[in-house]
């Protein structure tokens, strides 16, 4: 069985990454999303298991110290980690298995597994992303501040990303993303057993 590929995306609080993977992994089986451990409260509508694994501090602090992580980081005041286990299962499987987190996570993540694709997707222009996030209605202007100065540091870091993916329009996002990362099975890097393979059947033919 080939490997899926890993895919990290990352990008601007605002940007519209959950709408996109969600998407992806609703049309496509090739998907598999991870879900991510948090140590912030439920929004409404949020659902455990579904959208995040709701832990408190001290439990998520308890996962640390049993190596539960491939990564984890501290954003705006929480802990934000993804388990080990679904991941390494689903790229095992075949599946190509999307994270979506921030910055600090998506670098942890390819300084350990170089093969991960990173994603930065962001909106057209800064004053979008302003509206998008007023426009949510979840958020407090204090968080909302947050959030924006917040992408001012990882506006910093966006030149380490592999990909760029501007969200202009929804459709074309969905299917420029799918795209890139189907492009990705084609790399040497996916494919060293049937290298391996077709070396040997040249050695025998
Ligand atoms: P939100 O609170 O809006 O759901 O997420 C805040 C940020 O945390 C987003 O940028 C999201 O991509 C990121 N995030 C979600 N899950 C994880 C994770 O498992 N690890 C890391 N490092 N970031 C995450």
Redesign the pocket.
């Known amino acids: 069985m080939k490997k899926g590929v890993l895919v990290i995306i ?1 990008g601007f ?1 605002g940007a519209g ?1 959950g709408t996109v993977t969600k998407n992806l992994v609703k049309r496509y089986d090739q998907y598999a999303l991870s879900i ?1 451990a ?1 140590s ?1 409260a439920p929004r409404p509508g949020e659902r455990e298991g579904i959208d995040y694994f709701f832990k408190t501090k001290e439990e998520f602090e308890k996962m640390i110290r049993e190596d539960a992580f491939i ?3 501290m ?1 705006v005041g929480n802990y ?3 388990p080990k286990d679904y991941v390494f299962g689903q790229l095992e499987a075949g599946k190509d298995v999307i994270l ?3 910055v ?2 998506a670098l942890q993540v390819k300084a350990k597994m170089p093969d991960a694709v990173t994603v930065f997707m962001t909106t057209p222009s800064a004053s979008v992303l302003k509206e998008r996030l007023f426009g949510r209605g979840t958020e407090t202007d204090e968080l909302i501040a947050d959030r924006l100065a917040r992408a001012r540091v990882e506006a910093e870091l966006i030149n380490k990303y592999d990909y760029i993916v501007v969200n202009n329009d929804l459709e074309e996002c969905i299917a420029g993303l799918h795209q890139l990362i189907q492009s990705q099975h084609c790399r040497a890097s996916q494919n060293i057993e049937f290298m391996a393979d077709i070396k040997k059947q040249l050695e025998e033919i």
């Open positions: 990352s609080s990454k991510s948090t912030r990564e984890y980081a954003y934000y980690g993804t979506e987190i921030e600090q996570g």
